[in-house]
């Protein structure tokens, strides 16, 4: 059986840090592509940023490029999102999912890494808190 179990979410204050930690079983991370996404409450599953297991294959959304940077362990099984100078409005429940191949940003909405519909598996969820 297919699980995502995300950890590492918490209170944080404006300007600090977190490390959120998605741990994966039932399957081998090699081949998939590994994404992590997050949602207020009232507003839409927001992508964050997607990688792969090939060199130059991880994307960011514009809103934490700079701030967040996801990076994977495939021997632990696990994908990480390291996030820094956090913002109120970054308060939400963060995700981690994942879909078998790399992550694409191309044109076919229907397979670019931040369409929720492209991932195949889904945690459920640790929430995130930022003070301001």
């Known amino acids: 059986e297919v699980q995502l179990v995300e950890s590492g979410g918490g209170l944080v204050q404006a300007g600090g840090s977190l490390r959120l930690s998605c741990a994966a079983s039932g399957f081998t991370l090699d081949d998939y592509g590994l994404g992590w996404f997050r949602q207020a409450p009232g507003k839409e599953r927001e992508g964050l940023s997607c990688i792969y297991n090939v060199a130059n294959n991880t994307y960011y959304a514009d809103s934490v490029k700079g701030r967040f940077t996801i990076s994977r362990d495939n021997a632990k099984k696990t994908v990480y999102l390291q996030m820094n100078s956090l913002k109120p409005e970054d308060t939400a429940v963060y995700y981690c999912?994942?879909?078998?191949?790399?992550?694409?940003?191309?044109?076919?909405?229907?397979?670019?890494?931040?369409?929720?519909?492209?991932?195949?598996?889904w945690g459920q969820g640790t929430q995130v808190t930022v003070s301001s």
């Open positions: 999912a994942t879909f078998l191949g790399p992550c694409d940003e191309g044109s076919d909405y229907s397979i670019r890494w931040t369409t929720v519909g492209r991932y195949d598996y």
